[in-house]
């Protein structure tokens, strides 16, 4: 067979290794260093995003992130594929580094509610249609099992924790509008395994973790990450419009790639009267434009670095004594 | 009322949906796939025929069931594999060539036989069907696109985006038509997640070798493969998860065949745009209108590897089917 490796960049000097990968004959996979969950690799798609974006390479038409690699497609018959690696190569080794990179970024606030009744249906759907003994199911809930898998004394510790970050939407995907966050506090430390098998059913607008992951579910669909809440109706924008004056309708996301997310704690009350807000299209999103400083995150990452060790063997002695779904 | 209404739904079939080619395009950051035709090459060739632009607005009916009736008259054309029987009040009429219809006729397109899974019909002038995001597509999954998102019901009406389009009669010489059959070949490239660092070597040679079986469950989203446990050349997936098809998400290639687990996972128009998943091979844009041929539960697919430069060659000989000029009078 011959190789889907087009092209490597050797690590060197904190950069990551990167490899051009083939990916069909109209997408060559651009992938930063090794499988591992550290946001420096997702900063590094970033940065290349933002160098493409301002100076796009003929014959490249799209580029879309994941955590650890850019998708370029590309039109064969308007650039030689060769010649589109050497380019995104050449734009791979001289993109920004780290410590010089600002990343354009919004603030958005969200309001999130614990434990709601939404929550509950799925979970309890899924203990009567499912798998009535899965770990994640019992005793308790989801929430309790985030709360065992982490070590958390109580479901409080465990919302506090979720709370006191600002999270990273690394990309979006899946579905559309879909934000998939990462925690910027690097004591956060946060994880918990999917579900085994998949949930048939997720309510619109909850929020759950897979691995370190934080998604909010835009649509309802099934699923496989543990839900503990329910946040505000997340996909704005993108129903039919009338065409305005014959040009295309334009997507308006409420969230694009590189934004941070904080969520302030409300009854489910609230969440309610907010979310009937949002649908009568009367609800302003708390959206602030804030530029990302890579090197201040840089800095946390290194000050806290000991304690960082601390905070993940912790977590890992708890995980250990529960069981995977 | 719609205007320019020129057919109303009758039988709407299994799932039948407006769509447009090539879709969505460029929204992937977005989360949002292409949606569009199945089978890119029996659409456009049904809307070259009456001489629209090969991507407009035209219907896609799976499982090869579907009826209206015309509100004015118009003309039209049926492509798809031969078990689309196409007949305007109950007499037969040729697919693969235009043919005109009076207001109070009745289209209907039936199954005649085993071969091929999705007709289309395109109507001259093209369906007068809004884009959002870009296209008239339908993506089912988002509601997205097309007559509400959805699904066509009885008594939808649709009218047409250019009433006064002409073009004369024509037909697609047979030489020049897709080929359908039930023990399908699918074009691959190996990769992105190929080997050596996800698949053996001996795992790529039996993912070549094995006749593989679609499942029932195969729609606009997937094609799914019987399951097959591969060695694969790592234990597990690190800190992407348990078993060794796990990723941290990436984005997916469109025609990505994916390991689900232990089930390969060829995605569909209306896939996700990125996952937790290893994409092992990726089924070149020459062959990407296979998929929507491939018959659920029944037929087979066998997966030829090529090289990048065939694969291109092979798509410049599909395209070359599809040029307007391909379609004779008759």
């Not at chain 1, 050497?86 to 354009?104: G, K, N, Q, S």
């Not at chain 2, 469950?217 to 998860?241: E, K």
Request: proline share 7%; aromatic share 8%.
């Amino acid at each position: 067979m011959s190789s889907a490796l087009l092209h490597l960049i050797d690590a060197d000097d904190g950069r990551p290794v990167v490899r051009f990968l083939q990916a069909g004959d109209r997408q060559v996979l651009v992938e930063f260093g090794e499988v591992e969950v550290d946001l420096r690799l997702n900063f590094h798609v970033h940065a290349l995003l933002q160098d493409l974006r301002a100076r796009p390479i003929e014959g490249a038409l799209e580029v879309v992130p994941g955590f650890r690699a850019a998708m370029v497609r590309y039109e064969p018959a308007e650039v030689d594929r060769a010649d589109l690696v050497e380019a995104l190569a050449t734009r791979a080794r001289e993109a920004t580094e780290l410590a010089d990179l600002v990343i354009p970024s919004r603030l958005i606030t969200l309001p999130v509610a614990f434990d709601d009744e939404m929550t509950r249906e799925a979970v309890n759907r899924y203990r009567v249609t499912t798998r009535l003994d899965a770990p994640n199911v019992g005793p308790g809930d989801n929430i309790d099992y985030i709360v065992r898998y982490n070590g958390f004394a109580d479901r409080e510790e465990f919302f506090a924790r979720f709370l006191a970050t600002t999270w990273w939407n690394a990309f979006i995907g899946y579905f559309p509008g879909l934000p998939s966050l990462y925690a910027l506090d690097p004591l956060a430390q946060l994880s918990a395994p999917k579900y085994n098998p998949a949930r048939m059913w997720t309510a619109e607008g909850a929020v759950g973790i897979g691995g370190p992951c934080v998604v909010l579910y835009p649509i309802e669909a099934p699923g496989g990450y543990q839900l503990f809440g329910r946040t505000l109706p997340i996909r704005t924008g993108d129903q039919p419009q009338p065409p305005a004056a014959g040009g295309p309708t334009v997507p308006d996301p409420l969230f694009r790639a590189g934004d941070r997310v904080r969520f302030t704690r409300v009854t489910e009350q609230e969440l309610l009267d907010q979310r009937l807000q949002v649908l009568e299209g009367n609800y302003r999103f708390d959206v602030v434009t804030s530029d990302f400083v890579v090197a201040e995150h840089l800095a946390d990452r290194e000050r806290l670095a000991a304690e960082v060790e601390k905070v993940a063997r912790f977590r890992r002695r708890a995980a250990e004594r529960v069981e995977i779904p | 009322m719609t205007p320019n209404a020129t057919i109303e739904v009758i039988d709407p079939g299994l799932q039948t949906t407006v769509q447009a080619w090539p879709g969505r395009i460029g929204f992937a950051a977005l989360g949002y796939s292409p949606a569009g035709p199945m089978d890119h090459v029996s659409f456009r060739a049904a809307n070259v025929l009456v001489g629209n632009p090969g991507g407009a607005p035209a219907l896609e009916v799976p499982m090869v069931e579907f009826s209206c009736v015309l509100l004015r008259r118009a003309r039209l054309a049926v492509t798809g594999p031969d078990q689309a029987r196409l007949t305007v009040n109950e007499v037969e009429v040729p697919t693969w060539q235009t043919f005109d219809g009076n207001e109070g006729d009745e289209v209907r397109i039936s199954r005649a036989g085993d071969i091929g899974f999705r007709a289309y019909v395109a109507v001259a002038g093209g369906l007068d069907v809004p884009a959002v995001f870009g296209s008239a597509a339908t993506a089912l999954v988002t509601d997205t696109g097309g007559v509400q998102g959805r699904a066509l019901v009885r008594g939808d009406q649709l009218g047409v985006a250019d009433a006064r389009a002409t073009n004369g009669h024509r037909r697609l010489p047979e030489e020049l038509r897709p080929r359908y059959t039930t023990d399908w070949e699918v074009e691959v490239l190996p990769g992105p997640h190929a080997v050596p660092d996800h698949l053996t070597v001996e795992d790529w040679d039996e993912l070549l070798a094995t006749t593989w079986r679609v499942d029932l469950n195969s729609d606009r989203i997937a094609t799914r493969l019987h399951p097959h446990r591969f060695r694969w050349a790592r234990a597990d997936g690190g800190p992407a998860g348990g078993h060794p098809s796990n990723m941290l998400d990436t984005p997916y290639p469109a025609g990505g065949v994916l390991a689900n687990g232990d089930v390969l996972t060829i995605l569909g128009a209306d896939s996700y745009t990125s996952g937790g998943f290893a994409v092992v091979a990726t089924v070149p844009h020459c062959a990407i209108w296979k998929l929507g041929q491939v018959r659920p539960g029944r037929d087979t697919i066998r997966f030829r590897e090529v090289t990048y430069d065939e694969a291109v060659a092979l798509d410049q000989k599909v395209e070359f089917g599809l040029a307007p000029t391909r379609a004779v009078p008759t």
